[in-house]
């Protein structure tokens, strides 16, 4: 079995968000980038695991982006994978992005997996864009997965609850939550991915269907009204007089 | 030409947060001076045409058995012969579980520029910018779709819904239907709670209450209010409370009326997931706590003193 883990980086999440050049660009100024939580407690870890059952299991992980993600990806190496693809390309727009996935995954992976979203933009779209273009069946915000012969047993989120279900490969799956524990990369790890292959390819041109004009930071809050804990019944006239929400 | 959108509905009957998406949908089609339909798939228990109180004018009902379920590439197919049928140039969704799987497969389907996650109506002054949150809700990107058709899927709880007058010409929409490649096998659902995504109100707690035992209050706070429950990553990773009540960062954004947080230290990775909250209490012991500082009411208090006296209080102010 090929699996290809989807893997993007993000800032920190106790990054400093700010804006440059007329609130049109992300400042990166002393921005820490991580990978994707997502992505790497999840999509990476529970296919690590898989492999951990079955080692003839090849994993590959995708990214696009610039020489910038290099460090990110050599981490997601250090956890595990055999090697890794990076496009050389910087874009926001998720179908740019989705369709150089799916050019990479061309070549025929049994399993995709991708975060549930990114932390910064926030799609939840990628994953879902990169099956379509595959025509393959998609699972999103998968909290289990398991393999059983040519098939995949996987727990999703719905409203509510959640579902078990079955499908054949090829499929592509979105991780979150439940799907495996974050671990941290040890000194074998981070030696043995020196060494892995990290293949950087060109994009193929496409159009992308978005483009980020500005940013906004929210409006600051007015502050706290401090009630007493001697006088809750205070608090809840407020809520229900002032802010009139219960 | 049309707005138009998409109805997600569970067990036959349609979702709040598709009522939210009609609002806009209709809203959006009269700032842009063309038609509001929208388009259900599966069989309803409710009255459809009754839906044009909200704006649409007319549905199109894919009513197969097979569409019963949810399955997203079935669905995008069958959602398309809508686009088509109703010359549609705009889509849209609602950004819940359903919306995430569809709203993209269906951008990527019709090349149509897709933003979810929208908190506010497009600007359509000059282009087709819509505002949708960004860095979990630390900011905000305005995003030009660049695309004729374009598909916009709306955050939950970010847009009010508005019920006028009228009805809606409910027209069937026959579609050949695929064989899903997923199979369900089993759904458990949890039976009588709000579901955290679509709650107006959200009674909260983290580690400030010392063990899963201590969660009665809280809960009995939830029934009073007829809020959801929520909690902080350290709760749900020590399973104190189950992962879906997870919210933050890494956890379920929401965006409730109400975010009532006991015992939470206000982390920014938790506020990420809670700071578009229109009105947030805080219950907190230490006045240092960071969540203070996003809070608009508060107390700072022993949440084992607090909660049970706002308790009483609800009870009082309700006439229980
Ligand atoms: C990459 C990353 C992602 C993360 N994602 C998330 C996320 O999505 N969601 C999330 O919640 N966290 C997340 N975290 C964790 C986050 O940083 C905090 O550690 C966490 O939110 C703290 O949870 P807490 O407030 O319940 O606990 P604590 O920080 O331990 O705070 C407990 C609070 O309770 C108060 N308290 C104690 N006793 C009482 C009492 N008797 N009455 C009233 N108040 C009392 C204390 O004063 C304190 O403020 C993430 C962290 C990282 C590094
Ligand atoms: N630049 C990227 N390169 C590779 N994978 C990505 C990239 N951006 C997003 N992804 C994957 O797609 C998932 C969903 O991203 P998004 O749709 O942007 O929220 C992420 O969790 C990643 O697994």
Known sequence: ?246 | MSVLIYIDSADGHVKKSSLEALTYGSTLATQLGVSAEAVILGNSNDDLAALGKYGVKKIYHANNDLLNHVDAQVFTNVIAEAVTASSATVIIFSNNVNGKSIAPRLSAKLKAGLVSGAIALPDTSNGFIVKKAVFSGKAFANISITTPVKIIAVAPNSYKTIAGEGTAEVVLLNVTVDTPKIKITAVNKVTGEVPLSEADLVVSAGRGLKGPENWGMIIEMAKLLGAATACSRPVADTDWRPHHEHVGQTGLAIAPNLYIAIGISGAIQHLAGVNRSKTIVVINKDPEAPFFKAADYGIIGDAFDVVPKMNEAIKKMKGL
């Not at chain 1, 950087?200 to 041109?205: D, K, L, R, T, Y």
């Not at chain 1, 496409?206 to 009630?227: C, D, H, M, R, Y």
Request: charged share 25%.
């Open chain 1, 1 to 246: 079995m090929k699996i290809l883990v989807c893997i993007s980086k993000t800032p920190d999440t106790t990054a400093k968000i700010a804006f440059t050049d007329n609130n049109t660009k992300f400042d990166n100024n002393g921005v820490q980038w991580i990978i994707n939580p997502y992505d790497e407690w999840y999509a990476l870890v529970r296919a690590i695991e898989l492999k951990e059952k079955d080692p003839s299991i090849v994993i590959h992980l995708c990214t696009v982006g610039s020489a910038d993600a290099d460090p990110i990806i050599r981490k997601a190496l250090a956890l595990g994978g055999d090697e890794a693809i990076r496009v050389n390309a910087d874009s926001h727009d998720s179908f740019f992005i989705a369709s150089q996935i799916a050019e990479v995954a061309k070549i025929g992976y049994d399993l995709i997996f991708t975060g549930k979203e990114t932390i910064d933009y926030n799609g939840s779209s990628i994953g879902g864009m990169v099956a379509e273009l595959l025509n393959l069946p998609y699972v999103s915000l998968a909290t289990k997965f398991e393999q059983s012969g040519n098939k995949a047993i996987i727990t999703r989120e719905i409203e509510g609850g959640e579902e078990i279900c079955e499908v054949e490969f090829p499929v592509t799956v979105s991780c979150q939550k439940g799907m495996a524990e974050q671990r941290i990369p040890n000194m074998r790890g981070i030696m043995a991915a020196r060494t892995k292959p990290l293949k950087v390819v060109e994009p193929i041109a496409i159009e992308a269907l978005t483009a980020i004009t500005s940013f906004e930071l929210p409006p600051a809050k007015a502050g706290v009204k401090l009630v007493s804990p001697d006088n809750v019944e205070e608090l809840i006239r407020l809520l229900h007089e002032e802010a009139k929400v219960i």
